[in-house]
Every structure is written in C-alpha cells, then in structure tokens.
C-alpha cells in the first residue's frame, strides 16, 4: 500500500453492517434484479421471481451511465418509485445507483443501500457527499482500478464518517476483449487479507456474458466473497440495457439454489 | 465507430475556437502552469514566466482530484482567485478543472476553458451540465478509455449545444508500470481521420516524467496536434502534487522556443 | 473465433488422455512439484510429500525461460536424470518444460508430459516439433495471449498429429502490478464451450503470491477445470527460483485433501 | 531496473554498427521492403523502388511467425534466394527474422542482420544461440515485454559475445482494440536514457494501419530515433499478410523524402 489507509486497514474484525434480515459481512448476500427498471410490470415480476428463490435484495439501475448519450438513460425518479412498490410488496429491500451529487437526497429517501457504480470509483466529490450520509454503500471497482486505489476510494467514504461500506469486484478491462471481460478473483483474498470490509462479486458485469455467469459465481464463492450481485431479467433479449449478460427467470433459479448450497460447503473448507 | 456520434463526426471543416488571441484549432496553442495553484506568489511568478517564453494560456488546478484522501486536494475559491490575478497581470487566459457538478458556476465566472479531467471523462452528469454552458471545454481522455468512448463523451456535451469541445490526450494505462505511463499518439491521426475537433497533448501527465517531456512534446507536434498543454512550476521538488513531471521555468524557457520552430517546420511538410 | 481451428473446435466428445493410472479429462489430476529442479535430495523430498497426500503426476523445470540471463537456468540433462528417479521411487509420472527444438528428442526419453511455457506459446517452430512426437503435451496460455491465441497454437500442435494437448491457463498481465498477476477464470468455462480439450489451471503462476494459492485453487476448481498444477517446494524461502509463489509441504497436505472435497462436491453442483 | 544489466548498460558511449556504407547508431537508417517475401518479380519491384528513394536496407520475412497454422508460412529458403538476387541488383542489404535455432545458419549465410520478431523476444535459446554469431541483430520488443524484460533480452544476446545489437520498438497491446495497437514512443527517449545500443521504430507494426504510418514516423524521428523500419509494398492489397498496414510504392516515395527532411531538421532542434 503506498497511501496511508489508516481507516480500511483498520475496521474492526466482526464488521458487519445489518441490511433487513441479514447482516453483510456475516451472512451470504444474494442480490438481484433487472439491470435497468424498465416498467412496474417487468420489475414486480423479477422482483416475485427472485424473492421466491432466496434473493436477499433487489437490484434495478434508475440513473444509467451509458457510454452513448443516444442510449437509454434510466427512468429517474419514476423508477424509484417503481423499486419502492417492488420493495413494499416483496420485502425487499432496494439497491440503486447514484451518479450525481445532487440525486443523492432523492436516491436516499428510497434506497436501502446506495451503489457507486465503476465509472465513477473515482468521482471524489461524490464519494466525500456519500461518507456523509448514513445508509450502506456500495462501492464496485473500476474497472482500470487498482486494488490500492479502490481501498483509497473505500478512504473517502469511511473518513466522510460513513462506516458502512461493502465493496463489490466486477471485472477489469484487460487486453482481451474477444471475450470481453475479465474477473479479477485475486482480488478477492487480497482484499481479504488487508480489510474487514465485505466484500462481494458481480458475476454479470465481470463476465459479460450469460452463458458463464453460473461457473463464475461459483468461482467467487469458492475464493470467498461475501455475497453476489446477479442481473436478472424476465425477457433478456428484450432488455433496454446489457442484454447479453442478464439471466432469465429459470436460470437464476437454477443457480441460486446452488450458490447458496456452495456457499455451505466452502465454510466446511475453510475451518 | 460503434455508436453513432452524428455531432462528434459531423463538426464543420474549419472548425475553431477563439480564446483570447488565438484560435485553437488554427493556431498552435501552448498551455502552461502548475499542476496545482499553491500560492498567489507561485502562481505569479510561474505565469509571468510562462508568458515571456510564449504560453498562451494559464493552467492550474485548484480543484484536485486525488487518489488518497490525505493528499492535498486543491485551494478551491481561493486558487480560482489567485488565478484571476495572475491572468489580470499577465493577459493570459486561464483554463482550470471543474470535478463536481456543483462548481460549474463558480468555476465559469473565473475560468476561460473549463477542463473535465481523466477521472471524470465519463462523469456524465457533469458532461451533460458541462454541455449547458457556454466556455470551451478540454475533454481529457480516460486513462482507459478507447477512442470510441472519448468521442462519445464530447458527443454528451455537443448534444447539451456546447460546441466548444477540445479533445486532449494525456496516456493510457498499460502492463508496462516500470515507467508509469504510455501516451498514445496513435491516437492523434485516428482523432483527426474521424472528426474536425481540435486536439492537444499534454506530455506532463503522457510521461509522469519530466525528463521525457521535451522528446515526447516533439513527437506530439510532429504526429499533427494543435497544441500542448505542460505543467511548469518554479519548484518542481518542493511541489504540492506531481513533482516527478513538472519542469522548471528553465526546461520550459528552452523547450517553448524549440516547439514553435517545430510546429513550423512540420507545416512544411505536411503542406 | 476470427480464424479457422477445425481441430481444436471438433476433438470428438469424450476426449481423454491417459497418463499412468489416471485420465485427464475426465478424471481430477492433481499436479504438483517444485519450480525449479535443484538437487536429488530436495526433489526426492517433495516427490515423496506430493505422492503421500495424492499428487497424481510431479512437476520440476530442468530447462528456465528467465527474464534474466544472470537468474538461475535449470540443471538441464542432469535434472531431467534426477527427476526420473524420482518417478521410479514414487511411481509418479513426470512433466517439464521444453524450450528449444533441439532439447526435444533429449525431455521425451524422460518425461511423461511435455510443457510448453509460456513464453513459447507462439514460439512456432517448437509448436510445430511437439506436433510430431506422440506424447500429452501441456500447453501454458502465453501471458498475453488472447482465447483465440491459444487455441491457435494448440492447433498448430493438433495438425502436426499430437492430440494428446491439455491446455493450462496461468494468469495474464494486466494493469494492476501492485499484486503482480491476474488469474483469468473467464477462460475456463469459454474454452470448454469451444473445444473438449483438458484444461487445468496452475494458480501459483496465476497469482505469484503463496498466500492466496488455496482459495484461487478453490475457486479454479469451482470454474469447472479439470485440473491444478501448483508449485510445491521444501523450503520455498531458499529456492532458486518463484520464492514468492510456492507452498510449503505442510499447505499443500492442508490444500489437497480439500481440493479433492471440493472437487467432488462441484460434480454434484452440475448434475 | 530490477535486475541487473552490465552490458546493455555500459555499451561505451559512441557506439555504432555498420552495414554496407552507413553506420547504424550515428546515421539515421531506414530499413523497407514487404511483409512477406512473395515472388522474386514482387521482391525485385519493391527492392529497386525503395532504393531509389533512399532505403538503406531492404526487409523482407520468409520465415513468418503466423497466429494460425493454415496462414502464409513464408517462402523459407526459396525467399532467402530472392532476397539474396534483390540484393545484388540493388546493392540493398538484407534484414530478415529467423524463428528457430536450426536456421540461424542458413540465414546468416543470406542475411546482413538478423530479426528476432516480437513473440521470440523472450525465446532465450534462440538469444543464446544468436549471440554467439558475428552479425547485427535487430531485436523487437515483445508486444507485451517491459523496457526491463526488453533489455534483459538484448543482455541475452550481448552476453554471448554479439554486441551488434539494434533495439525496435513495434507497438505494444493495450485495452484499445478499436484501432488495435499501441506505439510506445515513451520507451524511445527511456531506452536512450539507459543504453546507447541503436533504437528504431517500426511504424508499421506499431500502428496496424497504413493511413496513420506517416504522422507516426514523423512522430518517431522526432522522439529520437535511429531509424525506421517501414512495410512496402507493390499491391498492398492483394499482399499474403498484413494487408492493412503496407504502404505502397508511391506512399513510400512520398514519405522517405520528407523522413529525411524531418531528421536533419531535428537534429538542429538537439544541438
């Protein structure tokens, strides 16, 4: 660590931070949802669905970074009230991205946890405004980060005063684009051995690709993370964003069932 | 080019961008000044120094944006101030980097050309704002970002009506960390093949090292750029950020001259 | 796929390569051994360790690739007469690299699988040479080759005749250097949705760091390959080479009786 | 520098290597000629075309490193007979790679300096082997080697007893795969900095695209440069292998004038 991380380095050893039911860093995390909330219908109906087989938090992007500004955008306020209707309904609670300083008030009011999301690892004068605030936060990777410059990040927040924040791997940019992604598990015990943040992977982003999200989660749950993000969908292929990556309905059920199995067996592992 | 980019692409022939003096995007344009503003005294004699030798505009930052918490983060108001002084002094415009959404404002009424810094090439809440005013604005580009993703970030500001868009490569990160620093000429005759915007290089950030400037700041010329921007400061070592790349009045005395023979002779022979 | 790879995308259903008492491809092979050959003595040791507590086949480098030519370049004939006696006491069969065509002849009257490294993944020539001998070859992923690279190469193997090729991914380089390799867990379930090659994964060159060889072993086998290869040695701190990277005997009797739990229980997971 | 590096460090101060009437290391020198020795007809074209605009060297691969095994090998010793006719009507001499160590003899009878292509910079037999011979070698940086590796690589070779060795930066792989390579001319002012072996750029591999090849050689002579090796040829686009980044005749003509004009014009820029 060349920067002094005086506050990541020294959370203390049974952290967790209590989100509903489960307390993160302690107990598996399972969340999902759709990449983007689309309507009330498509967010209900994946909220249902991943409810039913053991998710423990909904997922859906309301502001979206998107690389053109001719791509879907999100739905904004309205699809905060979308998460908020899926959320009363299910008992779920909400996770969301926050891009600008100034949604942070508005996203928090409906949120349960707030989401940095990669592109904006480094965007330091929303990470001091979200160490003010006192709701967890998720904070991913970018995705040219180094692991000692997303801890640096991580510093932000924690020196802002806010404590509860979980880190989330979700794949560096490499030379390798053929397949598009590369998930950077090392990160995992690395992360592990420095820190007592939770940390968890995001398999659908780190892949980008539906078609080995379920081998790579099982790989983030052997190397030992605390939890996934998956993005699920009702109708991938009709998906406003990240239409190669989101699992459909049947296949998240598939898997969840097994992560959660997996999740068991790799504590016998490690005692 | 995989998303459309109808402005980015559509920008007319000869197209320009009065500041002060010059018009970049016709004229060669030299920036300079330190990385960060530290002092009126600082920033005072390294303006009135950069002027003599031929700088057209004024660089420095106030707001910082900083890997670790703990480093300096910039003099804000105050170094905005310190910078209208020494413009008001020297003649020289002033270009300075606006990090948060919040600043634009403040950061307009003092500033000649708005910067949007690495980190925040696709902060796209700021793009979006940033494409509302009426300044020119530097776009640097992401240190891992691909040509494509660049120009999709000046398309965000060309679609909010700001037309002043000044693309600036500054290097990309790569395996090789020996030596810190890849800057991408490549990049240059792809950016030019592909739109009318001008383009600059700053080689101080392209190296992380100063004694490479003076060779990579020749290159840069002679590979078609507009301009360079370079950071100069009176006392490198003693510097409050990025000692390893500034030059001393000296290096850039002996350089400024040597860029504008340069840049003439390579009109020749492009002619 | 950008080039044509009729053999490697056809190798019929079942493919499977016999080596001792064992069949890789559809058997777990444990691989495991030191670096570098050093001695009888230490060779023997680890030999006999790696044997007891279920290594299937023993690994040691007799000819080095090193990035200097001042570092420490293998015993050459010498170590390939050591690690034969080796074998005969154990009853493990043996693998080492080969470098150079002219060596090939000389490693095939020894060992029992021959590697290629790699460095010398497009190193052709020998590609073309081990095509011809009729002996399983491992071939490591080059460190900053691409799928398709890779699985070029294995063709180059695969049309000179030799179909006995297990693929070995060992981690890529990336951006990230301060925690040195990155393991690309991404290649395993996409090569085997293209070929029905072995593939195993050495995850001590694909983390460099001993300290985090036990869960990226879990997490590999998790991914679905079909293998490990890790470097063991008596007493890493004094070996001649890859220090940082090899287990003591005591974690590797720690890490395979789990491996193989593991690797049980992941069957059941894809039934 | 991690390792050490006696020799390449310490190449006394005014080293130069002459081939035919130039002495490499203190005259610019400019190395043309195809990709791929094709036809004798082909070959002659090229070779009398490129001297007549002030080519020193001609270049030509008959033993060509392809990624697929069903892609043009080369001509072999049949292009080393053509190469050798071109030569003498010319009086061009001739640079060709060599990828096996069992034809380092064949081609040293043909060639004036032998290539070790970028995916043998870290074949170390054949390095060994290459130094042991009395011609200059040209030695590419791998395409994901350091400037450390690199060097350790001509260490290879100097240590063997061949101290006629010339450096080639060709482009290195980054995350920017739109316009797919990356010429690093950080490392030329870096290698001068280190060595005083002779270092030219290789513009056409390190761009992969014909239309940018002159603004990146302008680019490379006023970084520093020794020289520069260029891909020609007769019909670019019917051309075996890389048919993207050749220039044809009448480019060439062109460009070798304003290289010349470019390089006297720099040095004066040194002095």
Same mark, same amino acid.
């Given at each position: 660590?060349?920067?002094?991380?005086?506050?990541?380095?020294?959370?203390?050893?049974?952290?967790?931070?209590?989100?509903?039911?489960?307390?993160?860093?302690?107990?598996?995390?399972?969340?999902?949802?759709?990449?983007?909330?689309?309507?009330?219908?498509?967010?209900?109906?994946?909220?249902?669905?991943?409810?039913?087989?053991?998710?423990?938090?909904?997922?859906?992007?309301?502001?979206?970074?998107?690389?053109?500004?001719? $791509?879907?955008?999100?739905?904004?306020? #309205?699809? /905060?009230?979308?998460?908020?209707?899926?959320?009363?309904? =299910?008992? +779920? &609670? !909400?996770?969301?991205?926050?891009?600008?300083?100034?949604?942070?008030?508005?996203?928090?009011?409906?949120?349960?946890?707030?989401?940095?999301?990669?592109?904006?690892?480094?965007?330091?004068?929303?990470?001091?405004?979200?160490?003010?605030?006192?709701?967890?936060?998720?904070?991913?990777?970018?995705?040219?980060?180094?692991?000692?410059?997303?801890?640096?990040?991580?510093?932000?927040?924690?020196?802002?005063?806010?404590?509860?924040?979980?880190?989330?791997?979700?794949?560096?940019?490499?030379? $390798?684009?053929?397949?598009?992604?590369? #998930?950077? /598990?090392?990160?995992?015990?690395?992360?592990?051995?420095? =820190?007592? +943040? &939770? !940390?968890?992977?995001?398999?659908?982003?780190?892949?980008?690709?539906?078609?080995?999200?379920?081998?790579?989660?099982?790989?983030?749950?052997?190397?030992?993370?605390?939890?996934?993000?998956?993005?699920?969908?009702?109708?991938?292929?009709?998906?406003?964003?990240?239409?190669?990556?989101?699992?459909?309905?049947?296949?998240?059920?598939?898997?969840?069932?097994?992560?959660?199995?997996?999740?068991?067996?790799?504590?016998?592992?490690?005692?």
């Amino acid at each position: 660590m060349k920067n002094k991380l005086n506050l990541v380095l020294n959370i203390e050893n049974d952290f967790v931070i209590p989100v509903n039911d489960i307390d993160i860093g302690k107990d598996f995390v399972l969340i999902a949802g759709p990449c983007s909330v689309e309507s009330e219908n498509q967010t209900l109906e994946i909220a249902r669905a991943v409810k039913e087989v053991g998710a423990n938090i909904l997922r859906g992007g309301v502001f979206k970074p998107r690389t053109s500004p001719y $791509d879907f955008q999100g739905l904004g306020k #309205l699809g /905060l009230k979308i998460l908020k209707t899926a959320s009363e309904e =299910t008992g +779920l &609670p !909400i996770i969301t991205e926050v891009m600008d300083v100034r949604d942070i008030e508005l996203v928090n009011e409906y949120a349960d946890i707030l989401q940095i999301g990669s592109r904006n690892m480094q965007n330091y004068s929303l990470l001091k405004e979200i160490g003010k605030i006192d709701k967890p936060v998720l904070l991913k990777r970018g995705m040219n980060s180094t692991v000692n410059e997303w801890l640096n990040a991580a510093e932000y927040i924690l020196l802002g005063g806010n404590k509860k924040v979980i880190l989330c791997e979700r794949g560096i940019r490499t030379f $390798d684009w053929e397949y598009n992604r590369t #998930l950077d /598990l090392n990160s995992i015990p690395i992360i592990k051995s420095l =820190t007592n +943040l &939770p !940390i968890i992977v995001d398999p659908s982003h780190g892949t980008g690709n539906q078609s080995i999200v379920k081998p790579m989660s099982f790989a983030a749950i052997a190397s030992g993370v605390d939890g996934l993000m998956i993005e699920v969908h009702n109708n991938p292929k009709q998906a406003l964003s990240d239409r190669k990556q989101q699992l459909n309905l049947g296949q998240f059920k598939i898997l969840s069932a097994k992560i959660k199995e997996l999740y068991e067996f790799t504590k016998t592992l490690n005692q």
